[in-house]
C-alpha cells in the first residue's frame, strides 16, 4: 500500500458545510479538499480487500472521488457508509474484470423458530429490505457487513451464548445443543432470536 501522511479528518459540521457548498458552486478546490481529506477511507477499503496492492487503493480512489461527486448532504446517510460502499462497489468492480474474487460464505439457510408462536424467521431476512441486492457487488457488501457485526455481537455474549450461537452457525441444530448444554430447546431458540434480532438492528442502522 502507498505509504501517504494522511490529513486530518474534518469535524462532520465542517464536512456538511463543504459539500453543501460543493453541491453549489462545483468548485474543484473544494472537491479537492474533499479526497483529500477522505483519503483514510480509500486507504481502508484498499488494505481491507486486498493487502500491500497499490492498484486497489486507486481504485477505491476512484470510488471516492465518485462518491464526493454524488454525495447528498441532505439525506441522512453518513458520507463515511456512503463513501465506503461507492469505494467497495469500484473494487468489486475491478475483482470482477481481473476474475479475481470470491464470494462470502454465510448461512443464508438458516430458520430461527420463535417458541411462543412457532413462526419462523430466515436469517436473510436480517437484511434491510429497501436495499437492492441484484447487484454483486452490493450483495457482498451486506454479507460482510453482516458477518462483522455478528461477530462483535457474540463477543459481547457470556462464553456460553458465545459457544451456544457459534454452534448453530456451525450447523449444530438447536436440539443438539440443548442436550449438550442441558438445556430446553426453546431456551436456545430464544438466544438465538436474540441474537439475530440484535444483528437485524445493527445492519440496518449501518445502511440507513
Known amino acids: 500500500m502507498l ?10 459540521s465542517e464536512l456538511l458545510r ?27 477499503v484498499g488494505n481491507k480487500y486486498k493487502k500491500d496492492d497499490d492498484d486497489v487503493f486507486q ?50 439457510d438458516k430458520e430461527i423458530i420463535n417458541p411462543q408462536d412457532g413462526s419462523s424467521t430466515a436469517t436473510h431476512e436480517i437484511i434491510p429490505s429497501d436495499m437492492n441486492l441484484e447487484e454483486d457487488y452490493m450483495e457482498k457488501v451486506l454479507l460482510e457487513t ?29 436440539v443438539e445443543i440443548a442436550k449438550r448444554f442441558n438445556l430446553s430447546q426453546s431456551y436456545i431458540s430464544r438466544i438465538e432470536a436474540k441474537h439475530y434480532k440484535e444483528l437485524k438492528v445493527k445492519v440496518e442502522a449501518i445502511f440507513k
Do not use: W
Not at 505509504?3 to 462532520?12: A, D, H
Not at 457548498?21 to 480509500?42: C, P
Not at 458477518?147 to 438447536?174: A, F, P, T, W, Y
Open 59 to 108: 481504485v477505491a480512489c476512484i470510488g471516492l472521488t465518485k462518491a464526493v461527486e454524488t454525495f447528498d448532504p441532505d439525506k441522512k446517510a453518513k458520507f463515511n457508509t456512503y463513501a465506503i460502499r461507492c469505494m467497495t462497489n469500484e473494487v468489486f468492480m475491478y475483482f470482477r474484470k481481473d476474475k479475481d474474487y470470491g464470494r462470502i460464505q454465510v448461512y443464508l
Open 3 to 12: 505509504s501517504i501522511k494522511y490529513p486530518q479528518v474534518l469535524e462532520e
Open 146 to 174: 453482516i458477518i462483522e457485526v455478528s461477530d462483535e455481537l457474540i463477543l459481547k455474549k457470556n462464553k456460553k451464548h458465545q459457544e451456544i450461537i457459534k454452534l448453530r452457525q456451525n450447523g449444530m441444530s438447536q
Open 18 to 44: 463543504l459539500f453543501r457548498e460543493y453541491r453549489e458552486t462545483r468548485s474543484t478546490s473544494i472537491k479537492a479538499r474533499l479526497i483529500k481529506h477522505n483519503l483514510r477511507l480509500a486507504s481502508y
